[in-house]
C-alpha cells in the first residue's frame, strides 16, 4: 500500500484529523530535556517519532548507513537520493501503521522512541548549504510595481520570460522561534541625505522554501522533470525584509542588507513525495516559456497558507492573509531547473525561496507591503490596534496545509517575534 494511501491508519491516536497524520511524516531536528543531543524526528499527531532511536533498535531499512538520524541535520540523509527518501518514508509508514505491532505493542521502544511535541525543541533541520530568493508571484510582482513605477509598467520585460532572483544569504536562515532583531541600514528620507538607523518599514514575506536533496555538477544543466525529482521536500519560509533600506539600496543590484539580516524556516520539511496527490495546474503562462523551462507535468501545488500578526503587548492574534501556493507563476521545479542553467552547481541543503505568495485579492497578498498598500491604508487588527508595518514586539506566525478528502498534510509554523534594534 502506498505511503500517501488516504485509508492508512496509525496506531498513534491523535494522528487521525491532525495536520500531521501518517500520510505527511514531515522531518524535523529535535532534542529533549533527557536526551540534549539533536538529533532527526519525523512529526505524527501529538508526537515526534525518533528515527535515531528506531535505527538503533534495528527497525530501520539497511538503505541508510547506521547513526545517520542521530545527526544534527538532514543534510546525510538527503545527499543518499531519492530512493533511498522514498524507501525510508515507506518503511516508517509501516512501522506506525495500526495493524503492525513491531513498534504498536514493544512498550519500551515506545516510551523511548515517541516524544510529546510539547516537550520537545525543534531546531533548523538542514545545514543550509546557500540560499536563493525568487520572485515568482506576478500577483506580488504587479502590486509592487505599481507602487514603484505605476501599473502601465509594473512587470519589467523580463518578468514572463525568466523565474527572477537573487542569491541571499544562508548565514541569517533561523529555526522557527527565533527572536529577529530589527535591522539597521542607510535609509533615505524624502529631500534629504542618507541616514544609518534602524528600519521603520520592516515588513515579512510569506513563502515556501524547496529543499534541495540532490546535488547538480557545475557546468552541467538539468531539465524541469529532473528538478522536480531533485526536491526533497517543502517549508514554510518568512524572507524578513526592510522595506527602507530596499528601496535605497536596490538600483542597480538588487536586494542586499534589506533581506541578509534573518530568514526563517519553519520547523517540519514535507517531503516532495507527500505532496503528490496535492500537485495542480498553476497559472497560465503567456508567453510560453523557452522550452528549458516548459513543464512536462503539473508541477505546482495546492497548499492553504495563512499568517497571523499578534501586536506587542497583546495576547489576541489577527490573521492578516490568507492564500496559495498554488498560485505562483514559476514553480519550483522551473525555478531549479534556471538556477542550472548557466551550469551553476547545486548542492545538498540548498534553499530555494519561492518569493513573496500573493492572491488576486487583497486578504491573499503575503507582504505588509501590500495588505497596507506601502504604508497609505494602516491595517485594523483585533483590539482596534493598526499596523502599516510590523513594531518591537510583535509576533508574526505563518501556517501551511494541503487538504486531501480524507486527511490533511500540516507544515507546522514559521514564527518569530519583533525585537529592538541592537
Known amino acids: 500500500m502506498s505511503a500517501n494511501d488516504p485509508r492508512l491508519k496509525s496506531f498513534v491516536d491523535s494522528a487521525q484529523g491532525s495536520d500531521f497524520p501518517i500520510q505527511n511524516l514531515p522531518y524535523g531536528a529535535f532534542s529533549t530535556v533527557n536526551d540534549s543531543k539533536t538529533r532527526i524526528g519525523v512529526a505524527i499527531g501529538d508526537f515526534v517519532l525518533d528515527l535515531a532511536a528506531l535505527d538503533g533498535a534495528g527497525l530501520l531499512p539497511k538503505i541508510a548507513p547506521p547513526g545517520i538520524f542521530y545527526q544534527p541535520t538532514l543534510n546525510d540523509f538527503m545527499a543518499l537520493g531519492p530512493a533511498a527518501w522514498s524507501g525510508m518514508r515507506l518503511a516508517v509508514s509501516e512501522l506506525l501503521r495500526h495493524d503492525n505491532a513491531k513498534l504498536r505493542d514493544d512498550a519500551v521502544l515506545r516510551q523511548r522512541a515517541i516524544t510529546p511535541r510539547a516537550q520537545a525543541t525543534l531546531h533548523l533541520p538542514i545545514r543550509v548549504a546557500g ?67 534602524p528600519s521603520r518599514r520592516l515588513d515579512f514575506e510569506l513563502e515556501m522554501a524547496a529543499i534541495v536533496g540532490a546535488p547538480s555538477k557545475m557546468g552541467h544543466m538539468i531539465s524541469v522533470a529532473e528538478a522536480q525529482a531533485s526536491i526533497f521536500g517543502f517549508a514554510l519560509l518568512n524572507d524578513w525584509s526592510a522595506r527602507d533600506i530596499q528601496a535605497w539600496e536596490y538600483v542597480p543590484l538588487g536586494p542586499f542588507q534589506a533581506k541578509a539580516f534573518a530568514t526563517t524556516l519553519g520547523q517540519w520539511i514535507v517531503p516532495a513525495e507527500a505532496l503528490e496527490p496535492f500537485r495542480v495546474d498553476g497559472p497560465k503562462q503567456e508567453p510560453q516559456p523557452l522550452p528549458y523551462l516548459q513543464q512536462p507535468a503539473r508541477m505546482n501545488y495546492d497548499i492553504d497558507l495563512e499568517v497571523d500578526l499578534r501586536p506587542g503587548g497583546s495576547n489576541s492574534a489577527s490573521t492578516i492573509s490568507r492564500t496559495n501556493f498554488k498560485y505562483m507563476y514559476w514553480s519550483s521545479a522551473q525555478q531549479l531547473a534556471h538556477h542550472t542553467s548557466s551550469g551553476c552547481a547545486m548542492s545538498v541543503g540548498d534553499v530555494l525561496g519561492s518569493g513573496t505568495i500573493s492572491g488576486p485579492e487583497k486578504g491573499m497578498y503575503g507582504s505588509m507591503l501590500e495588505l497596507a498598500w506601502g504604508g497609505k491604508e494602516p491595517m485594523t487588527l483585533e483590539g482596534g490596534v493598526t499596523r502599516t508595518f510590523l513594531e518591537d514586539g510583535d509576533m508574526l506566525t505563518m501556517r501551511g496545509v494541503a487538504r486531501g478528502k480524507d486527511y490533511r498534510i500540516g507544515f507546522g509554523e514559521a514564527s518569530g517575534e519583533i525585537l529592538p534594534a541592537t
Open 131 to 197: 540560499f536563493t530568493d525568487f520572485y515568482s508571484s506576478r500577483e506580488h510582482a504587479t502590486n509592487a510595481g505599481i507602487m514603484i513605477r505605476g501599473p502601465e509598467n509594473a512587470l519589467q520585460p523580463n518578468w514572463l520570460h525568466i523565474p527572477i532572483a537573487y542569491n541571499s544569504r544562508a548565514s541569517t536562515i533561523v529555526a522557527s522561534g527565533t527572536p529577529v532583531h530589527r535591522p539597521k541600514g542607510q535609509i533615505k528620507p524624502p529631500d534629504a541625505p542618507p541616514i544609518f538607523g
